[in-house]
C-alpha cells in the first residue's frame, strides 16, 4: 500500500513536472521569437540610417557644390559692377564734353560759324570746313547713344546675375534644411537603434534564465521518472550479475534500445559538448542496469560535472572502464568488482540529451573505441 502510493506520489511530480516544462518551453519559444523580430528590426533601421548616411553625405557634396558656385557668381557680379560703373563714367564724361562743344557751337556758334565760312577760299573750303561742323555735332550724338546702349546692357546682364545669384541662395538654404532633417533623422535612428540593442540584451538574459530554467525542470524531471520507474519496477537496488557477449569485455548494457553516438567525431549534440567523443553512447530507458565490463577496482563513484554520476574500473594491464550520466550507482571507490556485476543504473545526469549510458575504454591512458572489446 505504501508502495502505491509512492508511485502515485512520484507519478503526479512528474505530470506537475510536465506541465511546467511545457510552459517554459511556451515561454522560450516566445523569446525567441521575439529576438529573431527584434534582430530583424535593427538590421532594417541601421539599413535605413545607413541610407540617410548616404543620403546626408550627397547633400554636404550639394552644399560645398552650391557654395562654390556662388563665390563664383558673386565675383561675376562684382566684376559686373565694376564695369557697369566704368561704363556710366564714360557716358558721363561723353555727356559732359558734349554739352560742352554744344554750348560753345551755340552759343558762339553764329560767329564762328561765320568766321570759317567767310576764311573759306574756295566753294570746296567751305564745304568742308560745313562738313566738320556737322560731322562733330554727329559724333557726339553717335557715341552717347553707344554709350548708353552699354549701360543698358551692362545693366540687364547684371540683373540676370543677381536674379542667379538669388536663386542660388535659395538652392542652398534649402539644401540646409534638408541636411538638418537627414541629422535630425539619423539621430532618432540611433536612438531607435540604441533602444532595440537594449531591447535584444534584456530579451538575451531572459532567454537564458528560461533556457537554464528549462535545463533544470528537464533534469528534475528525468530524475523524478527514474525514480518512478525505480519504485514501479522494485528496482531500488543492484540487480544479479549478468555477463553477455563475446569479446574481451562483457556488454555493459545489454538492455540498450540503440547506440546513440559512436566512437569519434560527431557533430556538438550539446553546447559546451565535446566533437571528439571518446566513447560509445548506449541510448537506454531510466533505470535500465549498467555492468562491470570486466572485473577490477572501483576508482571513482560519484558526481562529476558534465559526466553526471561516473564510475571508473581498472582492471589491470592498463585497461580502465569509465560509464557516464547513472542514474544510481550501486558501488563505491575502492571496492572490488566482478565481470557483469550490476554497478549502477542508465540515467541522464550531468550534461545530457537524453538517458543513456557512455561507455568509454581507456587503454594506457588513450581513450579507444570500446566495440573493439565487445
Not at 161 to 169: C, F, S
Not at 211 to 224: D, F, H, M, N, S
Amino acid at each position: 500500500m505504501r508502495k502505491n502510493r509512492m508511485i502515485s506520489f512520484v507519478l503526479v511530480l512528474v505530470m506537475c513536472m510536465c506541465m511546467t516544462t511545457q510552459v517554459e518551453a511556451s515561454k522560450i519559444s516566445d523569446a525567441k521569437e521575439k529576438a529573431k523580430r527584434l534582430e530583424n528590426e535593427k538590421k532594417e533601421a541601421e539599413a535605413e540610417k545607413a541610407s540617410l548616411a548616404k543620403e546626408l553625405n550627397n547633400i554636404l557634396a550639394d552644399v560645398e557644390e552650391m557654395e562654390e558656385k556662388i563665390n563664383k557668381k558673386e565675383e561675376e557680379i562684382t566684376l559686373k559692377e565694376e564695369e557697369l560703373i566704368n561704363v556710366k563714367i564714360d557716358e558721363n564724361n561723353q555727356y559732359e564734353d558734349m554739352k560742352k562743344r554744344i554750348k560753345y557751337m551755340y552759343e558762339n556758334g553764329n560767329a564762328q560759324f561765320i568766321e570759317i565760312l567767310l576764311e573759306s577760299k574756295t566753294l570746296s573750303d567751305f564745304l568742308n570746313n560745313a562738313e566738320y561742323i556737322s560731322t562733330i555735332s554727329e559724333y557726339d550724338r553717335d557715341m552717347l547713344v553707344k554709350f548708353q546702349n552699354v549701360v543698358k546692357t551692362v545693366e540687364e546682364q547684371e540683373k540676370v546675375l543677381q536674379a542667379e545669384y538669388k536663386e542660388m541662395e535659395q538652392m542652398q538654404d534649402e539644401l540646409i534644411a534638408k541636411q538638418e532633417s537627414v541629422k535630425q533623422m539619423i539621430a532618432s535612428k540611433n536612438a531607435e537603434i540604441s533602444d532595440l540593442k537594449a531591447e535584444i540584451g534584456d530579451n538575451a538574459k531572459k532567454l537564458a534564465a528560461l533556457e537554464k530554467a528549462a535545463a533544470e525542470a528537464a533534469r528534475k524531471k528525468a530524475e523524478a521518472a527514474a525514480a518512478a520507474a525505480a519504485a514501479s519496477s522494485g528496482n531500488s537496488g543492484a540487480g544479479a550479475a549478468v555477463v553477455s557477449g563475446n569479446g574481451t569485455f562483457t556488454h555493459p548494457c545489454p538492455g540498450l534500445t540503440r547506440i546513440s553516438s559512436t566512437f569519434g567525431w560527431r557533430a556538438q549534440p550539446l553546447p559546451g559538448a565535446s566533437t571528439n567523443h571518446k566513447g560509445m553512447d548506449m541510448a537506454a530507458p531510466t533505470g535500465t542496469p549498467i555492468y562491470a565490463a570486466a572485473s577490477g577496482t572501483v576508482v571513482s563513484a560519484g558526481y562529476s560535472g558534465n559526466a553526471g554520476n561516473m564510475l571508473v574500473i581498472n582492471h589491470g594491464g592498463g585497461l580502465q572502464t569509465i560509464y557516464m550520466h547513472c542514474h544510481k550507482l550501486y558501488v563505491s571507490a575502492g571496492q572490488k568488482v566482478s565481470k557483469g556485476q550490476n554497478v549502477g543504473a542508465v540515467g541522464t545526469t550531468g550534461n545530457s540529451t537524453g538517458p543513456h549510458l557512455h561507455f568509454q575504454v581507456m587503454s594506457n591512458g588513450t581513450p579507444v573505441n570500446p566495440q573493439n572489446y565487445l
